[in-house]
């Protein structure tokens, strides 16, 4: 900065002169532009200081206590509890296809129609075979009864009464037989009409009305149960033993989040725990059951997992943006008097948009929330009125 400590040696320009000499008309703006600079400086100068600068304006949040979750996080895949692959029992054209791809079904809903003529004329030929062996059964025991008589009688021998008896034996079994041929008959006609076997989502029909079906190979279609279903999950393997002494109590709270948008999507239970732990991984398997009442879940869908075993009541709670790593370790910046200061804190856990606090800080005291980049322990701010922390 120029200091006004008298005159300054500016240079006098005449006009008429750096007109009339070029050298002088080239030199011109540079002479100008030093003579306005200095003339600047003297206006600006003079012994005051400069203004001080307002305090940087930061957020700061109340640390509170209050009753928090204890829980477990890890991510985790929605699994339905049956799937069912939908094959033919018989060979034939598939004439219809009964529901739209993607549709919700009940168990028992008609999904596909198979050509039954076939099925149809094979049981006519076994009911009429069955008659056959109904009349011929029929007569052989009458005729069995009659020689049964005459053999007390005397009048009849023993070979004929045994032959008819045998004959009438035989006859009844060629009946069964011919029964079980229509019993099948019946069945086959029947599986023409293929049907759910479970409720749940149907996806795309993989063979259309015209196919040939080949019965116990080709898939027509997939069915997802969606209510209940499964979140799989891992967690270490030393969260087991507190895993299991919540069991004692009932079944563990299990909570899916979206994990792009943290929108909850479904509550459940925890109702499957592995019996072995993975020695790769030192992980073991957990499943949750959601009612899936709104279908939120859907099969092969990745999702946050929190499980909450406990209750942890009087936790000292800051939001976890006030918390900072430094060199030496967790620290946050607390206002006192308008003035912040930087404090080393210990950290316990995290939960949500919250962190409990293990040791550093009390009830009622104020933190920095946002503005931190601007200050300095020591320094004065600018402190919006504390907000309560969101769980």
């Keep these: 900065m120029w200091m006004d400590d008298g005159p300054q040696n500016v240079p006098h320009i005449n006009p008429n002169s750096a007109v009339e000499n070029p050298k ?18 003297k206006r600006n ?52 296809v009964h529901f739209a791809d993607g549709a919700p079904v009940k168990a028992g809903d008609l999904l596909f129609t198979i050509d039954h003529r076939v099925f149809d004329a094979v049981l006519q030929r076994t009911q009429a075979n069955l008659a056959m062996a109904e009349f011929a059964a029929d007569n052989a025991s009458e005729q069995a009864a009659r020689y049964t008589t005459l053999i ?46 479970i409720s749940g989502r149907a996806g795309a029909a993989l063979l259309k009305a015209g196919n040939i079906a080949q019965p116990n190979v080709d898939t027509l279609a997939v069915i997802n149960q969606m209510q209940p279903i499964y979140v799989s999950f891992s967690l270490p393997e030393n969260a087991l033993a507190d895993v299991r002494e919540r069991i004692k109590d009932g079944h563990p709270v299990v909570t899916a989040k979206d994990p792009d948008t943290g929108r909850e ?110 200050v300095t322990s020591g320094d004065r701010v600018s402190a919006k009125k504390p907000v309560p922390a969101q769980p």
Excluded: H
Excluded at 164 to 193: C, P
């Design 24 to 41: 002088m008309k080239s030199l011109l703006p540079l002479l100008l532009a030093l003579a306005i600079i200095a003339g600047g400086c």
């Design 152 to 197: 007390k009688r005397g009048v009849a021998s023993k070979e004929q009464t045994s032959q008819y008896l045998t004959t009438a034996e035989s006859q009844k079994s060629e009946l069964a037989a011919r029964q079980a041929d229509v019993d099948e008959a019946k069945l086959s006609l029947e599986w023409t009409r293929v049907t759910a076997p």
């Design 265 to 374: 999507l479904g509550v459940g239970e925890l109702t499957f725990v592995d019996n072995t732990v993975d020695s790769a991984s030192g992980m073991i398997a957990f499943k949750g059951t959601f009612p899936n009442a709104n279908e939120a879940l859907w099969p092969g869908q990745f999702v946050d997992v929190n499980v909450r075993l406990a209750e942890e009541p009087d936790a000292i709670v800051i939001p976890t943006t006030a918390v900072a790593e430094g060199q030496k370790g967790a620290q946050v910046f607390v206002v006192e008097d308008g003035t912040a200061r930087l404090r080393k804190v210990e950290v316990e856990r995290s939960a949500g948009d919250l962190t409990i606090m293990k040791s550093g800080l009390a009830p009622g005291e104020n933190v920095i929330t946002t503005g931190q980049l601007r």
């Design 45 to 96: 100068s003079g012994p005051g200081k400069p203004a001080a600068q307002a305090p940087p304006p930061v957020e700061i949040a109340a640390v509170e206590k209050r009753t928090m979750p204890v829980e477990m996080k890890a991510i985790g895949t929605v699994e339905p509890i049956a799937s069912v692959r939908i094959k033919s029992k018989v060979q034939g054209e598939i004439l219809e």
